[in-house]
């Protein structure tokens, strides 16, 4: 009797125990992100469909309501893929030679005035194609930092504010689809929201935030679209360098929402070598600084929690100011560098960089007759040189000034 009661207890416990939820790390949701059997995630294929249903069932499995379209978790898009760069993207409905992507939502529901947005794409590059910087046959591109970091950071964001006892705002988890080919995803959300916009307090951006460097540098863009922006962020940061831009356009997905005058910000760790490369593996990122990142984005929501909705202020555009290039040197900038110049953070292979015998962490501080103070002095010093020219470069290296000469 007493075996026949140890067994059905066993046989309890055993079932109880297979019930509980898995535990998911930062690194358990980089590495199923970034895998080979997921191709690199390509906006629109079975295999970024299938990252979709990885992150609906995480959302599900951690009790995140269902905020997509016709109460499910995904909000659909579909469009023409563009030939000319410089075309708009037009949505229309699915047919020949058009694409679809998948927006996947999340809701917390607190029952408050406002709602707090916090995003990350999941889309990267697939096989390669057009934004790639490999050179070679095709090879799976798996966006590991980009921006598998991003979702992984966002998913571990959602699990603390689900347990968490900050109920001043709701909160809707987006990651957003086709943001390589346009932002499309946070594009059409904004165009096509599951809640009212004018319930938005602010968004957040987690972009490329897995590769934390030993300086701790991290760079939070947006900070002038509303006033409180840098006085929070420094009075919750956990042991960041910080750098703070104000410029709430760039790159990612928090620029559809400035464009709606919502107050946003974008989380970035830096650009480095292995960018739009296949390179991009889960092993090189940073898993201790993400979570670092989760919890300074905890500190602001926190700081935030029962302060009335934020005021928007735009700021300048500096995308606009960028000039055009006719010619490249073939370096990887360091957008965290603050110091003054341009410092180098990658240069490509046979590109006229490399070949003037330029190195990783030379800092740009003159360009022929030009003097370069900042990223956009040196953009500026570059956009009058055209193919087939040569100019003197000077570079600061481990304070030596030193003098190449660069052919285009």
């Known amino acids: 009797m007493k075996q026949s009661i140890l067994l059905v207890f066993l046989a309890l416990f055993i079932s109880c125990k297979q019930k509980e939820p898995k535990i998911f790390t930062l690194q358990d949701d980089v590495d199923l992100l970034a895998s080979d059997s997921l191709k690199g995630r390509e906006t629109g294929t079975e295999q970024e469909l299938k990252a979709a249903k990885y992150i609906e069932n995480r959302m599900k499995d951690m009790g995140l309501e269902p905020k997509g379209i016709e109460g499910t978790y995904f909000q659909t898009f579909t469009f023409k893929p563009r030939k000319d760069p410089h075309q708009e993207v037009q949505y229309t409905i699915a047919g020949d030679s058009t694409t679809t992507g998948t927006n996947v939502i999340g809701y917390i529901d607190n ?7 916090i995003g990350a794409h999941y889309d990267h590059l697939g096989m390669g194609g057009e934004g790639s910087l490999h050179r070679g046959e095709l090879a ?10 991003g979702v992984a950071v966002l998913l571990k964001v959602a699990q603390e504010l689900k347990a968490s006892p900050y109920k001043g705002n709701n909160y809707l988890f987006i990651a957003f689809s086709g ?8 594009n059409f959300f904004t165009k096509n929201p599951t809640i009212s916009l004018d319930e938005v307090n602010y968004m957040l951006n987690m972009d490329m935030v897995g590769r934390l460097r030993e300086s701790k540098t991290l760079s939070v863009s947006g900070t002038g679209t509303a006033p409180v922006w840098s006085q929070v962020l420094n009075a919750t940061n956990p042991g960041f360098e910080l750098v703070l831009k104000e410029s709430g356009v760039g790159p990612s997905d928090h620029t559809s929402f400035y464009l709606q005058d919502l107050p946003v910000l974008h989380f970035f760790t830096g650009q480095h070598e292995d960018y739009h490369k296949p390179t991009d593996d889960s092993n090189k990122l940073n898993y201790e600084g993400m979570e670092l990142i989760a919890v300074h984005i905890m500190n602001v929501v926190g700081e935030l929690d029962d302060d009335p909705k934020l005021t928007f202020k735009k700021t300048k555009n500096e995308s606009e100011e960028v000039p055009r290039f006719k010619v490249a040197m073939g370096v990887i900038p360091d957008y965290l560098f603050d110091g003054k110049g341009m410092r180098i ?5 046979d590109k006229p ?9 030379d800092i740009v501080i003159q360009m022929g007759d030009s003097t370069v103070v900042d990223m956009m002095s040196y953009m500026r010093a570059l956009s009058v040189f055209e193919e087939g020219n040569t100019t003197t470069v000077v570079v600061d290296r481990e304070g030596q000034k030193i003098t190449v000469t660069i052919t285009f």
């Open 345 to 349: 953070d990658g240069v490509s292979e």
């Open 353 to 361: 960089a490399q070949k003037a015998g330029l190195q990783k962490g």
């Open 179 to 186: 943001e390589e080919i346009g932002l499309l995803g946070s």
């Open 111 to 117: 029952k408050a005035t406002k709602t707090v947005i």
């Open 140 to 149: 799976i591109h798996n966006g590991a930092d980009d921006n598998a970091s």
